[in-house]
């Protein structure tokens, strides 16, 4: 009932910027906290943004000060803004989303609804 779609991922020079989108859509009600995730090769997936629906963010300390997560909320969709971007952001990256819905007369909240992942690549 609900799906999440990315978009924005590509190849970049270091130091060159991208801008990744999360709209959500289905039979949505709400959406609380959203979220960045990245994977890169070897590695385990690593939160790198998340925003609340008070608009409250968290940043994972590699990105402070370079990444920027917004969100507009009439559209459902999820923004991360990156900037001065370095070889080690190469990763897939992950849209994460907290959603309540409805499913057919019923309410229901999934916690961890995902992304299907778009790529990253930075040139150095």
């Known amino acids: 009932q609900v799906q999440l779609v990315e978009s924005g991922g590509g190849l970049v020079q270091a130091g060159g910027s991208l801008r990744l989108s999360c709209a959500a859509s289905g039979s949505i009600i709400s959406i609380n906290t959203m979220g960045w995730y990245r994977q890169a090769p070897g590695k385990q997936r690593e939160l790198v943004a998340a925003i609340t629906s008070a608009g409250t963010t968290t940043y994972a300390d590699s990105v402070k000060g370079r990444f920027t997560i917004s969100r507009d909320n009439a559209k459902n969709t999820v923004y991360l803004q990156m900037n001065r971007l370095k070889p080690e952001d190469t990763a897939v990256y992950y849209c994460?989303?907290?959603?309540?819905?409805?499913?057919?007369?019923?309410?229901?909240?999934?916690?961890?609804?995902w992304g299907q992942g778009t790529q990253v690549t930075v040139s150095s």
């Open positions: 994460n989303e907290a959603i309540r819905y409805y499913s057919g007369l019923n309410i229901r909240t999934k916690p961890d609804y």
